[in-house]
């Protein structure tokens, strides 16, 4: 199967409230973007990608949850991130039985995520401090 016919099976097979709202954000995700492509990865996780991964999607016992792989670096105008906000580089919506979703926010965060990945932003880990060389006593320089 394609990454397109497993999620399809994945959303038929969630016979809740989670099948549904699985299906309204891949839509709405689609509509965000009509260039993105849709793949499998990590054993069953539905995921969303344009020049890098945009975000992914997970049905969790009592959520769906949205990951966007570069959420800290996307502006949330809307405070539609709720999860994860501790992280340096994710970030994730969660969304539990009976949500509505904010479709024009959502929209525009895949957007920007798009963009973040198209200016090739995606940001690269922290470099280490420099080690300090000790040269007398208590004297420390940068090294």
Same mark, same amino acid.
């Given at each position: 199967?394609?990454?397109?016919?497993?999620?399809? @099976?994945?959303?038929?097979?969630?016979?809740?409230?989670?099948?549904?709202?699985?299906? @309204?954000?891949?839509?709405? =995700?689609?509509?965000?973007?009509?260039?993105? =492509?849709?793949?499998? @990865?990590?054993?069953?996780?539905?995921?969303?990608?344009?020049?890098?991964?945009?975000?992914?999607?997970?049905?969790?016992?009592? @959520?769906?949850?949205?990951?966007?792989?570069?959420? &800290?670096?996307?502006?949330?105008?809307?405070?539609? +991130?709720?999860?994860?906000?501790?992280?340096?580089?994710?970030?994730?919506?969660?969304?539990?039985?009976?949500?509505?979703?904010?479709?024009?926010?959502? $929209?525009?965060?895949?957007? &920007?995520?798009?963009?973040?990945?198209?200016?090739?932003?995606?940001?690269?880990?922290?470099? +280490?401090? $420099?080690?300090?060389?000790?040269?007398?006593?208590?004297?420390?320089?940068?090294?």
């Amino acid at each position: 199967m394609n990454p397109s016919e497993l999620i399809d @099976k994945q959303i038929a097979d969630l016979a809740d409230w989670r099948g549904p709202m699985l299906a @309204k954000v891949r839509k709405i =995700i689609h509509e965000a973007d009509p260039g993105i =492509i849709e793949e499998w @990865k990590w054993r069953g996780s539905p995921c969303w990608s344009h020049d890098g991964l945009i975000v992914v999607g997970n049905a969790h016992k009592d @959520k769906v949850k949205l990951t966007f792989s570069q959420g &800290a670096r996307l502006p949330d105008p809307d405070k539609l +991130f709720n999860a994860g906000l501790d992280g340096n580089q994710w970030r994730a919506i969660d969304l539990h039985e009976g949500d509505r979703v904010n479709e024009r926010a959502l $929209k525009n965060m895949i957007r &920007a995520a798009v963009a973040h990945n198209l200016a090739g932003l995606k940001g690269k880990p922290a470099a +280490f401090p $420099k080690k300090r060389k000790r040269l007398t006593g208590n004297t420390v320089l940068g090294g």
